[in-house]
């Protein structure tokens, strides 16, 4: 974890006045240089490879049960999971809180709905996750096979077609091509809205929820002739409702598809492409499950690599029936769960995944007590993770002058910030900052700064000019973050530097003297 080192500036750095640039050849063979203005400072900062970024679409997500209450946190022992001869919270590093419930849960009955009951089980269990500093994510799931009754029975009381569970008669699930099932959910969405479409509770939404365990496959519909169109329904319903929350798709080869094991089915890379145009971001639910994560899963990724953040999930589980030794890698041997976590991980690192799962229970244990190294691995490599390795600021101005601030970054994550999503719409972006007395009072945004294309081993190059009009002589701090415009330039992600170097999110860079 480097400090911050103060040197004169002396040299050219490569960019362009109110850009953000690649460094390149590019710009070599064009002259783009900027000349140190008289009085720069320029710092050097090294990366924090060990602190839990909590940061946005990135770093581990934990599940929690659908049954559970909110003393979990103790009763499953994820306030003191063994590492080594130590313990750990789980939650002091996963940034996202995962639940797949049920609509029934949610809204037990028409219009009732358990955010707005403060003795609600679930909305306690939520909460406790918001107090730990962790966001939400949610997949509602509808279809009550294998399960229980996942959708209200008020929708099949007004009406709705659908059928019965052969191995569990009593558990009934609506047709998704139902127009009183797809009524009644909108509204359902709508409400859900009201209360979660807020990106400051809740990280993504898992925003398809049909099929089998609400994977995206293996769905039964009325009329198997109304699937694209019952996928164009749902992906255009999230789309409109949720605005401000990245939603998520299942990249299956079958998805929509009433079977779950075959071939690829021809139309799935459209329908995934459709959701795509219209804002959905991946995941996939069996990462390191190699008879399930196929190649066509991973020619997906790949395809979508840096375009669109991806989410995993573990396949393997292990107890029960999921017997992880008979993957047909043969990479997995009987006995040695930490065979499957390594498994995930390179999996993951091959797919570029901007997070990753720790899953529930055992699974949650065998992270933390037979692959410890591969979490704090993850947190260091995983995802995106951003710093300044340069930044370049006048030490003193005239003023009312104008001056030129520049700042070089770098992604030392596998992944990439994904502020090209249209729920982000490039939101962050750089920002420098003049403190006076301990506040800001002058913020100078790189409104031309596109973090999205910031990826290892690629150096981004940032300037903006700025004008020192209205401001007072005096003495000032220079500090820079990377801010949300949505949100008054104040900071809105975490930096990779150490965190003694920050305050509130700030990077002392320098002080400047206007005169």
Same mark, same amino acid.
């Given at each position: 974890?480097?400090?911050?080192?103060?040197?004169?500036?002396?040299?050219?750095?490569?960019?362009?006045?109110?850009?953000?640039?690649?460094?390149?050849?590019?710009?070599?063979?064009?002259?783009?240089?900027?000349?140190?203005?008289?009085?720069?400072?320029?710092?050097?900062?090294?990366?924090?490879?060990?602190?839990?970024?909590?940061?946005?679409?990135?770093?581990?997500?934990?599940?929690? !049960?659908?049954?559970?209450?909110?003393?979990?946190?103790?009763?499953?022992?994820?306030?003191?999971?063994?590492?080594?001869?130590?313990?750990?919270?789980?939650?002091?590093?996963?940034?996202?809180?995962?639940?797949?419930?049920?609509?029934?849960?949610?809204?037990?009955?028409? !219009?009732?709905?358990?955010?707005?009951?403060?003795?609600?089980?679930?909305?306690?269990?939520?909460?406790?996750?918001?107090?730990?500093?962790?966001?939400?994510?949610?997949?509602? /799931?509808?279809?009550?096979?294998?399960?229980?009754?996942?959708?209200?029975?008020?929708?099949?009381?007004?009406?709705?077609?659908?059928?019965?569970?052969?191995?569990?008669?009593?558990?009934?699930?609506?047709?998704?091509?139902?127009?009183?099932?797809?009524?009644?959910?909108?509204?359902?969405?709508?409400?859900?809205?009201?209360?979660?479409?807020?990106?400051?509770?809740?990280?993504?939404?898992?925003?398809?929820?049909?099929?089998?365990?609400?994977?995206?496959?293996? /769905?039964?519909?009325?009329?198997?002739?109304?699937?694209?169109?019952?996928?164009?329904?749902?992906?255009?319903?999230?789309?409109?409702?949720?605005?401000?929350?990245?939603?998520?798709?299942?990249? %299956?080869?079958?998805?929509?598809?009433?079977?779950?094991?075959?071939?690829?089915?021809?139309?799935?890379?459209?329908?995934?492409?459709?959701?795509?145009?219209?804002?959905?971001?991946?995941?996939?639910?069996?990462?390191?499950?190699?008879?399930?994560? =196929?190649?066509?899963?991973?020619?997906?990724? %790949?395809?979508?690599?840096?375009?669109?953040?991806?989410?995993?999930?573990?396949?393997?589980?292990?107890?029960?029936?999921?017997?992880?030794?008979?993957?047909?890698?043969?990479?997995?041997?009987?006995? %040695?769960?930490?065979?499957?976590?390594?498994?995930?991980?390179?999996?993951?690192?091959?797919?570029?995944?901007?997070?990753?799962?720790?899953?529930?229970?055992?699974?949650?244990?065998?992270?933390?007590? =037979?692959?410890?190294?591969?979490?704090?691995?993850?947190?260091? %490599?995983?995802?995106?993770?951003?710093?300044?390795?340069?930044?370049?600021?006048?030490?003193?101005?005239?003023?009312?002058?104008?001056?030129?601030?520049?700042?070089?970054?770098?992604?030392?994550?596998?992944?990439?910030?994904?502020?090209?999503?249209?729920?982000?719409? =490039?939101?962050?972006?750089? !920002?420098?900052?003049?403190?006076?007395?301990?506040?800001?009072?002058? /913020?100078?945004?790189?409104? =031309?700064?596109?973090?999205?294309?910031?990826?290892?081993?690629?150096?981004?190059?940032?300037?903006?000019?700025?004008?020192?009009?209205?401001?007072?002589? !005096?003495?000032?701090?220079?500090?820079?973050?990377?801010?949300?415009?949505?949100?008054?330039?104040?900071?809105?992600?975490?930096?990779?530097?150490?965190?003694?170097?920050?305050?509130?999110?700030?990077?002392?860079?320098?002080?400047?003297?206007?005169?």
């Amino acid at each position: 974890m480097g400090k911050g080192k103060l040197c004169p500036s002396t040299k050219k750095t490569s960019g362009r006045i109110n850009t953000c640039k690649r460094f390149g050849l590019l710009l070599i063979s064009l002259g783009l240089a900027f000349t140190a203005q008289a009085g720069d400072v320029s710092v050097t900062f090294s990366p924090d490879t060990v602190r839990v970024l909590r940061n946005p679409l990135n770093g581990w997500v934990m599940y929690v !049960g659908r049954t559970w209450d909110d003393n979990f946190w103790t009763t499953e022992g994820y306030d003191a999971i063994s590492v080594g001869d130590s313990t750990v919270r789980v939650s002091d590093y996963a940034n996202t809180c995962y639940i797949r419930t049920s609509w029934s849960s949610m809204e037990p009955e028409e !219009g009732k709905y358990f955010w707005n009951d403060p003795s609600s089980r679930l909305g306690k269990l939520l909460q406790s996750a918001l107090r730990r500093g962790m966001k939400l994510a949610f997949r509602i /799931v509808v279809d009550s096979r294998d399960q229980g009754q996942n959708t209200p029975l008020y929708v099949k009381a007004a009406g709705a077609k659908g059928f019965q569970d052969p191995g569990n008669p009593k558990n009934w699930s609506p047709y998704p091509d139902d127009p009183v099932f797809q009524q009644k959910y909108a509204k359902f969405l709508r409400a859900l809205a009201s209360e979660y479409n807020d990106p400051d509770k809740v990280d993504f939404i898992d925003a398809f929820g049909l099929g089998k365990w609400g994977e995206a496959h293996g /769905v039964v519909y009325g009329d198997y002739a109304n699937k694209e169109k019952v996928f164009d329904w749902i992906t255009t319903l999230y789309t409109k409702t949720f605005t401000r929350i990245p939603l998520i798709i299942n990249y %299956h080869r079958l998805v929509a598809d009433t079977v779950s094991w075959a071939a690829p089915h021809p139309r799935s890379q459209a329908l995934l492409e459709s959701a795509i145009e219209k804002g959905y971001s991946l995941r996939h639910d069996a990462f390191g499950m190699t008879g399930y994560y =196929q190649q066509w899963e991973k020619d997906f990724a %790949h395809k979508w690599n840096f375009r669109r953040p991806i989410i995993m999930e573990g396949g393997w589980i292990t107890k029960a029936h999921h017997r992880y030794w008979i993957d047909p890698s043969g990479r997995y041997r009987e006995g %040695h769960s930490e065979d499957v976590r390594l498994g995930e991980y390179i999996d993951a690192q091959e797919g570029r995944v901007n997070m990753m799962d720790l899953r529930i229970n055992d699974e949650t244990r065998s992270w933390f007590g =037979q692959a410890f190294g591969l979490v704090k691995a993850f947190v260091a %490599h995983g995802g995106y993770r951003l710093y300044p390795a340069n930044v370049t600021l006048p030490g003193e101005a005239k003023a009312g002058s104008t001056v030129t601030l520049r700042s070089r970054w770098e992604n030392i994550g596998w992944g990439y910030c994904p502020t090209n999503i249209p729920q982000w719409n =490039q939101k962050y972006k750089v !920002g420098y900052a003049l403190f006076k007395d301990g506040r800001p009072v002058r /913020v100078f945004v790189d409104t =031309q700064s596109d973090l999205s294309t910031w990826l290892k081993g690629n150096p981004a190059d940032c300037s903006v000019t700025a004008t020192l009009d209205g401001l007072a002589k !005096g003495r000032y701090e220079w500090k820079v973050a990377l801010v949300d415009t949505t949100k008054a330039n104040r900071p809105g992600l975490d930096i990779a530097v150490d965190a003694a170097l920050l305050q509130d999110k700030w990077l002392k860079v320098t002080e400047m003297t206007i005169k």
